[in-house]
């Protein structure tokens, strides 16, 4: 769907969901706060491939960061869930889940538009009955447009934006019962905006960055019981500058460590259970 509907903004598939609303502060590239029922940004747990997301000092998640072409669904559990996810599942949890090695393919898309807006992306990937892989590249950018209806403090310039992604996926059947599957993704963008602070046209800009690695093996051990064993890290830093140094610059940074272990029983056709722990 998203390809047929042609979405280029994270944001706008979000819009799609019922109970979901998005705030954006401002064009491309800007921050957005997802509130799920009525809650804050904070009270939605942001899964990517099953790694916790959110950032640890800020709340939310560099969600419009991400490469659509990358990903192979989004899906949405409204409501508490902190039983089974933790204390940030407090209206909901957001799944993303990335696309998977497919095989030999290669595809190259480029589109523009008003105001400077280009946005181009490269995927490839080869491989075999055992072992395949696929690499991603992106590359968004805005020339800008004058946020400030009035300007102030000289803040009559145009706020651009760039966005370069990174994302490469593994995976290997090491039998008929184990397989890995190795995940990386990084990516980082920075955003001009304006500022009441600036004497001058100091041009602030802040530099955001959003970094996943992921390695999750799964063992068939019989046709009802799967185990699964997931190690991963993610990382999310937030720096503010500008051109001049007439602002106060600041930098935060977050890494969360994460080690999955659970196990999936099949009763039956209509009954199953899971169970296993996280750290």
């Not at 390809?3 to 994270?10: A, D, G, P, S």
């Not at 598939?13 to 502060?25: K, P, Y």
């Not at 008003?114 to 946005?119: C, E, I, L, R, V």
């Not at 019989?222 to 500008?242: C, H, I, P, R």
Request: glycine share 10%.
């Amino acid at each position: 769907d998203i390809q047929r509907l042609q979405i280029t903004q994270f944001s706008e598939v979000l819009e799609r969901m019922a109970g979901v609303d998005v705030q954006q502060r401002g064009g491309p590239g800007t921050a957005n706060s997802l509130l799920v029922r009525g809650g804050n940004t904070d009270h939605t747990l942001v899964l990517i491939d099953g790694v916790r997301a959110n950032s640890v000092t800020l709340g939310g998640t560099a969600l419009q960061l991400l490469d659509l072409s990358n990903i192979e669904r989004v899906e949405l559990v409204r409501g508490p869930a902190s039983s089974q996810y933790g204390a940030d599942a407090v209206t909901g949890v957001l799944q993303v889940i990335t696309k998977k090695p497919k095989g030999k393919h290669f595809s190259v898309a480029s589109d523009v538009g008003s105001d400077g807006w280009q946005y181009s992306r490269v995927r490839l990937g080869h491989g075999n009955e055992t072992t395949q892989w696929s690499l991603g590249l992106g590359y968004e950018a805005l020339e800008g447009f004058d946020r400030q209806t009035v300007d102030v403090n000289s803040n009559d310039d145009e706020d651009s934006f760039r966005n370069r992604q990174i994302n490469f996926t593994l995976s290997h059947q090491w039998s008929e019962s184990l397989s890995s599957v190795l995940g990386y993704q990084k990516n980082d963008g920075e955003n001009e905006y304006d500022s009441s602070y600036c004497a001058s046209d100091c041009k602030p800009y802040s530099i955001d960055e959003l970094e996943v690695i992921n390695l999750k093996n799964t063992l068939q051990v019989s046709d009802a019981l799967t185990l699964n064993l997931q190690l991963a890290e993610s990382k999310d830093a937030s720096e503010y500058k500008d051109d001049f140094g007439l602002i106060s610059e600041s930098y935060v940074e977050s890494r969360q460590e994460t080690v999955i272990l659970d196990a999936g029983y099949q009763l039956n056709a209509e009954h199953s259970f899971v169970f296993g722990g996280e750290y």
